[in-house]
């Protein structure tokens, strides 16, 4: 069963596999964007992996696909996690902190708990620490529900082994990942109060909402300013927020499944802004300002598990 890489035009290729190919992808086509970008944090190398898989699955012969849904995850996985090892070498000379590419998401994808908390940006640096197998398989296992047969073939792996990963990848997740689920509401009332603390200047406000060891991650890319080291601690974080320009627009977005928030400069995304809240606190800032991962952000994407 090749996944030769097969221009759809070829002559060799009937018309009729074209098209039914084609109808199956793009039926499948956000659930295999949502495993990619899970997989990789960044929308812009998802996209490439989805060009990819529709390369390889328009040369497939369809007659003897079992389960087209399962065919098109495993090309999709192994392809990213081709891109995933190169992302590594890439990501190890980036300038200053790297946050994963922000995605403005649809109401349904934070209806969904699981899979909203799963493309959290919080939980995402999570998967970051993890070796590209592992992640693979505590995606397609805690997220996709697959089987362990399957995830076996989608990474070459014995089904033991992949068993044994995905256990050793559930404990890694576990011990960095917060202790409970923020719902939706619990974040947008965190962000409403923190977006007020923000805009009033009141430090005392931004104080309260924040942890005491709140951590802020700016994401410039070397692009645009942003510092180039977390900044640890409430008072040390308050002081860079009371820095903010409060005269441009501080707008709520639904970002990867939850409540954050978009400022604007002159009409253009400056920064996008994500939390991670532990009770009732934010410990967690995540400032994106690389204009080259805000492009996500002016249409919604559509997930799916």
Known sequence: MSERPVDP???????????????????????????????????ADAEDV????????SGVDLDVVRDQRAYLVRIVTRQALL??????RRRESYVGPWLPEPLLTAPDVAEDVELADS????????????????????????????GYDEIAEAVDKSAVAVRQIAHRARAHVAARRPREVI?????????????????????????????????????GGGVVQAALAPVVGADLVAGVLGRVD????????LVNGYPALVLRRDGEIDTVMAVRIEKGLITGLYAVRNPEKLAHM??????RR
């Open 9 to 43: 035009a070829e002559p060799h290729v009937p018309s009729n596999q074209v098209s039914s190919a084609t109808e199956t992808f793009v039926a499948h086509r956000n659930l295999l964007f949502t495993v990619a970008y899970e997989m990789l944090g960044s929308a």
């Open 50 to 57: 989805l060009q990819e898989t529709w390369l390889r699955w």
């Open 83 to 88: 891109r995933l090892r190169t992302l590594g």
């Open 119 to 146: 493309v959290s940006m919080a939980m995402l640096l999570v998967l970051e620490t993890l070796t590209p197998t592992e992640r693979a398989v505590f995606v397609l296992r805690e997220v996709f529900d697959l």
């Open 183 to 219: 719902s939706a509401a619990e974040t947008r009332d965190a962000i409403k109060a923190f977006q007020q603390a923000v805009e009033t200047g009141d430090l005392q406000r931004l104080l309260d909402i924040l942890a005491p060891d709140v951590v802020l991650l700016t994401d």
């Open 246 to 253: 409060v005269t441009r627009s501080l707008q709520p977005a």
């Open 298 to 303: 002016e249409q919604e994407i559509a997930l």
